[in-house]
């Protein structure tokens, strides 16, 4: 063990944590103020949720040894049996060394586990009944998340024996969330009065402070799953910021080309989508790529906010847009900018002699959207037929703070 790396991945464990009350904020001011509360409960209480699933099976599930043929752990770590002080150098892939504790690694993933599942909120935000809320993350972490994160983190997953690439939760965390929040928009469907009525951000503040929270908290994510304090944490930890501050640019003067303002929402989402653009890349890319990358998520993320619009689906604060397209972007980037320089136990990616990469990153891009989306359908279908998604017409229209927790946000 080494003391050092185990302290930065600690460290590490709580700054990805700090993100989920960041995307509380981020959420909770681009909803109107009647659901303010009931928007920031989502994300709280799936720290709670998800955390104690996760002790329970889903790490097992998740990272224990395969029992599937690649597509499940096994019950080998049940109520965490066996992790603790010990190392567990079969938790991880080939491209990383183990030099902390299993039960560091633990808690590790435990905080990738609770904002995977608070980022789809955000797609049925101000609509969607709390006991439907709790069925659905309950169901979607068991079925849909674990599944996932086995395949390209756990030790035999299909995806990562394939050669797919994702150094911090491209596939696993955004493409997995975009496409489950895609499913969410679909069957639950829009907000009463959406496209007539205008919906606009009521406390974009609030909005921007969760945007600085999940960036600060995002050095964590990228440059803790390096699980060493090491040179490979330390280039994660720039490209992550170089990627985020270009497309936060990229995307404020693409949105003042477009529309003729530049605008604090889209400085915001910008950096949101240069964060989650660079997390599949971010062990794999140097500075320049990073910066690449981080343009074309501003750019690109951009367009597909303003694509939901004519293509007909309600998803209150762009989960799709942001964290589908810009994972999905992600996961391509590191099959063009990947390179063993940077990173000689990963690949080099297209522009580094190595076409071939970029086959299984579309790979895994498809079969996790496709996975996460049917799977995503089929459990909402069954918690429609045992006690419904939505709060009544009335319930929306007076909000669902008042309707669903018996609270108001703001007493003035």
């Known amino acids: 063990m080494n003391a050092a790396d185990n302290a930065w991945v600690l460290v590490s464990s709580a700054l990805v944590l700090l993100m989920t009350p960041g995307l509380a904020m981020f959420y909770g001011g681009l909803t109107r103020s009647k659901n303010v509360l009931s928007t920031m409960m989502h994300s709280f209480f799936i720290m ?3 955390s104690i699933i996760w002790l329970f099976y889903g790490f097992s599930l998740a990272f224990a040894p395969d029992s599937l043929g690649g597509l499940l752990g096994g019950l080998d770590y049940l109520g965490l049996r066996g992790i603790g002080s010990e190392l567990f150098p079969d938790l991880v892939d080939s491209s990383k060394t183990m030099t902390i504790p299993g039960s560091t690694f633990m808690i590790f993933q435990c905080m990738f586990a609770i904002i995977t599942p608070a980022l789809i909120t955000g797609a049925f935000a101000e609509r969607m009944k709390f006991s439907s809320f709790m069925l659905f993350i309950l169901l979607w972490i068991t079925l849909v998340y674990c599944p996932v994160a086995h395949w390209v983190w756990g030790p035999g997953g299909w995806l990562s024996g394939i050669g797919a690439m994702d150094f911090a939760g491209g596939t696993v965390v955004h493409v997995n969330a975009g496409a489950a929040a895609l499913a969410c928009c679909l069957m639950i469907g829009k907000r009463k009065g959406y496209g007539t009525t205008h919906m606009i951000p009521h406390n974009l503040t609030l909005t921007l402070l969760g945007a600085g ?12 799953s390096a699980l060493a304090a090491s040179e490979g944490a330390a280039m994660a930890f720039v490209v992550t910021h170089m990627a985020t501050a270009a497309a936060a640019l990229a995307w404020v003067f693409t949105e003042w080309m477009v529309s003729g303002k530049p ?5 915001a989402s910008g950096a949101v989508a240069g964060l989650v653009a660079i997390t599949p890349a971010s062990g794999f890319v140097g500075p320049i790529s990073a910066v690449c990358i981080g343009i074309g998520a501003g750019v690109v993320c951009y367009l597909a ?3 939901k619009g004519p293509l007909g689906y309600d998803d209150s604060f762009d989960v799709v847009g942001v964290h589908g397209v810009g994972g999905a972007w992600g996961a391509i980037a590191t099959g063009l900018f990947a390179s063993k320089a940077v990173n000689a136990a990963g690949s080099d990616g297209l522009f580094f002699g190595n076409a071939g990469q970029l086959w299984p990153q579309i790979v ?10 049917v799977m995503s359908l089929i459990i909402l279908a069954i918690i429609k037929a045992i006690v419904g998604l939505r709060v ?5 229209m007076a909000g669902v703070d008042t309707a669903c927790h018996g609270e108001t946000g703001y007493n003035l």
Do not use: P, Q
């Open 364 to 373: 895994a891009i498809v079969v996790t959207m496709i996975f996460s989306f």
């Open 48 to 50: 709670g949720l998800a």
């Open 305 to 307: 906010v303003l694509a």
């Open 213 to 224: 929270l999940l960036w600060f908290g995002w050095f964590g994510f990228n440059a803790g």
């Open 263 to 267: 605008t604090t929402l889209g400085v």
């Open 392 to 396: 009544t017409e009335e319930e929306e």
